[in-house]
């Protein structure tokens, strides 16, 4: 069972498209991180979501983590062919006194293409 | 600072064998994690170390290990090579500061095949 579930698994889209990309869970989660990663190299991190409810945007990206702290989203503007790439959520459970607790735990990933 | 760097990039093995990789973590980093990537399972975390300690590990036979030594450095061993393990294997090293919540600051991977 996969923890972390990632939608859509490929997305091909045309240059100046918006997206949205999903990662949703049955758990709660102390924090989110959005990756993104490229052919041949390791993912790199994009953003760090703590608090539920909160937005955060970077460029044409904007990242929101749900109020009960069990989804994320990933909102892209006027996609561009550098957007192309593996983007990967992973995050941390939250424990049962409000720490986190084990190690990070990855949802497999939506593949984009932007074509130009 | 210099970012997180893997050797091999590349290698192949036959089954049976066993193989060691290596990993150096970005300057200050006290964590190093270890992770397979492959198409049909994605990320899966292997085992994490901090100070020369196993701090967590992932659902993985025994025939993964791994260490850390004094300066931080890591090495992952796989032992009697499966054509399973043929996978994308990622380090990442981590500040593990309190104030933070377990950033993964990875390098580019070693690509292992099983043949």
């Known amino acids: 069972t996969q923890l972390l579930e990632q939608s859509p698994q490929f997305l091909s889209i045309q240059e100046g498209e918006n997206l949205t990309v999903y990662c949703n869970s049955s758990?709660?989660?102390?924090?989110l991180q959005w990756y993104r990663q490229e052919p041949g190299e390791g993912p790199v991190l994009l953003v760090t979501v703590v608090t539920g409810g909160e937005v955060k945007k970077l460029k044409r990206l904007t990242f929101q983590f749900g109020d009960a702290r069990k989804d994320s989203s990933l909102h892209i503007t006027a996609a561009q062919p550098g957007d192309t790439g593996l983007y990967l959520c992973?995050?941390?459970?939250?424990?049962?006194?409000?720490?986190?607790?084990?190690?990070?735990?990855f949802g497999k990933g939506t593949k984009l293409s932007v074509k130009p | 600072k210099a970012g997180v760097t893997q050797t091999p990039r590349y290698l192949i093995k036959t089954r049976g064998q066993q193989v060691t990789l290596s990993c150096s973590p970005i300057?200050?980093?006290?964590?190093v994690s270890w992770y397979q990537q492959t198409p049909g399972q994605g990320l899966q975390f292997l085992f994490e170390?901090?100070?020369?300690?196993?701090?967590n590990k992932g659902n993985f036979p025994g025939r993964f290990s791994g260490r850390q030594f004094s300066n931080s450095r890591s090495e992952m061993n796989v032992s009697t090579l499966e054509l399973g393990d043929s996978a994308l294997y990622l380090c990442?090293?981590?500040?593990?500061?309190?104030?933070?919540?377990?950033?993964?600051?990875f390098g580019p991977g070693t690509r292992l095949t099983v043949l």
């Open positions: 992973a995050g941390v459970l939250r424990s049962s006194y409000g720490g986190s607790q084990g190690n990070l735990i």
């Open positions: 170390y901090f100070s020369e300690t196993q701090r």
């Open positions: 758990s709660v989660f102390s924090s």
């Open positions: 300057s200050g980093h006290r964590s």
């Open positions: 990442a090293s981590s500040p593990r500061l309190e104030s933070s919540y377990n950033e993964q600051f």
